[in-house]
């Protein structure tokens, strides 16, 4: 049995993909989708230009033959090469001394070798049982921020390595974006690892399958969400809740409120001494519970008002919600590639209300350059109505507008009172109503309520892959797809404002 660092990386991050990986359906697995491939070639190209500073030696060996590849890494240390790129380290797990604490308990006799790939491998002064000198590990991360799982990952290679060469490497290195190094404190962190290693084992040995947890954050892209998602609905888990984390749900659990019919019975006042309940998140849990429990659209706080302190008061006034109904209204969404912080696309529906039509109008910017050409087209066309409500969805559009303004340096008479007239309708929806839904993304709203995207695979990152594959292709059905997701947005957003507006209006009836 081969532990690999992928494995504990990825164990860290989800122990159920581990398993899936080995013991999972693979008919059940879907294909990486678009935006992981960038990821990933991102990373990889990312990896190349960091190494190319460093004049390097990669071990030769035949594709796949791990034995072959830990040999030639060997061979490459032992000669004292300064630095070795792709290097394979491996070695049996009997030949590493794991903390007490970390023991392994296994039911049965397969042996384990540990397998790892440090980006690379750096000779320093000091003593191995290759000679006089040592090698550290260091690992290359297309990221802002040195991840807990990094830096395990980079403690397993420093393990693995001193193994290898007879003596632990005092040092282990991160590099991240913009060529920050971070040095790994390897003493607290080959105990956490140490500690990975042996769940890991224990689970994969004993086939011991991980209750499956949605969160949007780490299932998002992952191949087996699918599947995954499948389990949960059959289970009607609590992860499909939205607000339920997996902190909150350890407690949940320790409560023994792990049934959707359960949570909804409970009197949030049981919740509200646990911290991570407090500020009124047990009330939502409990409504959120209800509202799917009864398929049903619940105002906000209706239910629970007075029986607890430092809640929100219910709305109970429909001029409140900041839904106005006027003549012409705006509905804004925009696109972009926040790695290169560019905005390549500002989307608004004019919906005038007066002559009963709605029209799309797109700016894009077919080059990079072009940016501050759109933001000033936006400018033109929200200045031609200029006490029209803009409705947007989440925060996103308001800070665009605040950053490029900035940029651009853009007279304050020109940007400063728009910000007067958005709304955004995602915090008018959250504020006021508890829907039936497993998020209060802008798809899970508007999917709800029967409106439907003209191409269904169409999202975000997906558009970023498409506009990044146009600057390379030059490919205008990349655009185009781009623009006719971006129109569905603006639609979603109108077909949520004039739903919530109607119902707003007649369950609180004093408009
Ligand atoms: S979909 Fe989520 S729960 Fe399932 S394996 Fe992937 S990350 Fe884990």
Redesign the pocket.
């Known amino acids: 049995m081969f532990i690999t660092d992928s494995q504990l990386l990825s164990y860290q ?5 581990v ?2 990986d080995i013991y ?1 359906d693979f008919k059940q697995e879907g294909f990486p989708s678009d935006f992981l491939q960038k990821l990933i070639r991102d990373s990889s190209k990312f990896r190349s230009s960091i190494v190319s500073n460093y004049n390097y030696q990669i071990p030769d060996y035949p594709n796949g033959n791990l034995i072959a590849g830990a040999k030639a890494t060997e061979q490459l240390m032992a000669v004292g090469v300064d630095f070795i790129y792709q290097g394979v380290l491996m070695v049996e797990q009997s030949t590493i001394k794991l903390l007490p604490q970390n023991s392994i308990h296994s039911n049965n006799f397969l042996s384990i070798n540990f397998v790892s790939y440090p980006d690379l491998l750096i000779k320093q002064p000091g003593y191995s049982r290759f000679g006089d000198w040592i090698y550290i590990p260091m690992n290359i991360k297309l990221s802002k921020r040195p991840k807990l799982e990094y830096q395990i990952v980079t403690a397993f290679h420093a393990q693995i390595l001193a193994s290898i060469q007879e003596n632990w490497p005092e040092i282990a290195w991160l590099i991240l974006e913009k060529e920050r190094l971070y040095k790994v404190n390897l003493e607290q962190r080959i105990q956490q690892m140490q500690k990975s290693i042996s769940e890991l084992i224990f689970m994969l040995q004993n086939s011991l399958e ?1 209750e ?4 949007r954050q ?2 998002n892209l ?8 499948a ?2 609905e059959a289970q009607k888990h609590l ?1 499909l809740l939205p607000g339920i984390t997996s902190n909150r749900y350890a407690v949940l659990k320790r409560l023994n409120l792990t049934t959707l019919e359960s949570l909804s019975k409970t009197n949030p006042n049981d919740l509200k001494s646990y911290p991570e309940f407090a500020n009124g998140v047990g009330i939502q849990v409990v409504q959120q519970a209800q509202s799917v429990q009864e398929n049903k659209v619940i105002l906000r706080n209706e239910k629970f008002t007075g029986k607890l302190e430092n809640q929100a008061l219910p709305i109970t006034n429909y001029k409140l919600t900041k839904l106005v109904n006027a003549p012409v209204e705006l509905y804004f969404d925009i696109e972009a590639q926040p790695k290169i912080k560019l905005d390549y696309l500002h989307g608004v529906l004019v919906v005038d209300k007066r002559y009963n039509t709605k029209k799309f109008y797109v700016h894009l910017a077919e080059n990079p350059l072009d940016e501050k050409m759109i933001w000033y087209q936006f400018l033109d066309l929200v200045w031609k109505y200029p006490i029209a409500p803009i409705y947007h969805f989440c925060e996103y559009e308001i800070q665009t507008v605040k950053k490029l303004a900035k940029l651009y340096k853009t007279p304050t008479y020109q940007w400063k009172p728009l910000l007067k007239r958005f709304v955004d309708v995602h915090q008018v929806v959250t504020q006021t109503i508890t829907l039936p839904i497993e998020s209060y993304a802008l798809k899970n709203i508007a999917r709800w309520l029967g409106f439907e995207w003209r191409n269904p695979q169409a999202n975000g990152a997906q558009s970023v892959c498409w506009y990044e594959e146009w600057l390379e292709t030059g490919d205008r059905s990349l655009l185009d797809a781009i623009v006719i997701y971006n129109e569905d947005d603006c639609y979603a957003t109108y077909y949520i404002k004039e739903w919530l507006s109607k119902f707003l209006e007649e369950r609180l009836g004093n408009k």
């Open positions: 991050r989800c122990p159920r993909k398993f899936l999972g991980p499956v947890f949605i969160s780490k299932c992952c191949t087996w969400y699918s599947s995954c998602h389990v949960a992860s």
